[in-house]
């Protein structure tokens, strides 16, 4: 499965560019800034382009190359756009025994899109995950805050995600 690039960008003009530069000027002279204003990017843009990176770093005067490598080093912070419903595949032992690298590659093969990857519509975004504490349910699967267990019959993954898109009409 090829890996794509949904290469948005955010207009110069957009009104959050203007709510993050507040931000950033009530913040001047203090520590951490560079992490500060990540983290209210993302929570402003839901991810952290290039573009925003460059507006950052004129705005605070820390390089483009320490704000990235902060992007990159920090599993809180998408440099692509994230879905509106995350999957969280649990990998953990209990459920990889039980079925869970099926779950995964069935989940996979019905949205179109690999781990780490957001699908087209921007709807759903996969991940695997390491353990979701949920063990004596296994094959476990999470969209949002729902939990979706046994699921060693992956035949109903596809109405699973059914639902949501249902939902999202």
């Given at each position: 499965m090829a890996q794509t690039s949904h290469c948005m960008t955010i207009a110069d003009d957009d009104p959050r560019y203007e709510e993050l530069r507040s931000?950033?000027?009530?913040?001047?002279?203090?520590?951490?800034?560079?992490?500060?204003?990540?983290?209210?990017?993302?929570?402003?843009?839901g991810y952290l382009p290039l573009e925003v990176h460059k507006f950052i770093s004129?705005?605070?005067?820390?390089?483009?190359?320490?704000?990235?490598?902060v992007t990159t080093f920090y599993s809180q912070f998408n440099t692509e756009p994230r879905?509106?419903?995350?999957?969280?595949?649990?990998?953990?032992?209990?459920c990889y025994v039980k079925g869970a690298q099926k779950v995964l590659d069935k989940v996979s093969e019905t949205?179109?899109?690999?781990?780490?990857?957001?699908?087209?519509?921007?709807?759903?975004?996969?991940?695997?995950?390491?353990?979701?504490?949920?063990?004596?349910?296994?094959?476990?699967?999470?969209?949002?805050?729902?939990v979706y267990a046994n699921l060693a019959d992956v035949s109903e993954i596809p109405a699973i995600l059914d639902r949501y898109r249902e939902k999202a009409q």
């Amino acid at each position: 499965m090829a890996q794509t690039s949904h290469c948005m960008t955010i207009a110069d003009d957009d009104p959050r560019y203007e709510e993050l530069r507040s931000f950033i000027n009530s913040h001047e002279n203090k520590n951490g800034i560079a992490m500060t204003a990540l983290q209210e990017a993302q929570n402003l843009f839901g991810y952290l382009p290039l573009e925003v990176h460059k507006f950052i770093s004129k705005e605070t005067g820390v390089p483009i190359a320490e704000l990235y490598g902060v992007t990159t080093f920090y599993s809180q912070f998408n440099t692509e756009p994230r879905g509106k419903h995350q999957i969280q595949i649990c990998m953990g032992t209990a459920c990889y025994v039980k079925g869970a690298q099926k779950v995964l590659d069935k989940v996979s093969e019905t949205l179109g899109v690999g781990v780490g990857m957001t699908t087209p519509d921007q709807l759903f975004t996969v991940n695997a995950a390491r353990c979701l504490g949920c063990c004596g349910l296994s094959p476990v699967m999470m969209i949002d805050d729902e939990v979706y267990a046994n699921l060693a019959d992956v035949s109903e993954i596809p109405a699973i995600l059914d639902r949501y898109r249902e939902k999202a009409q």
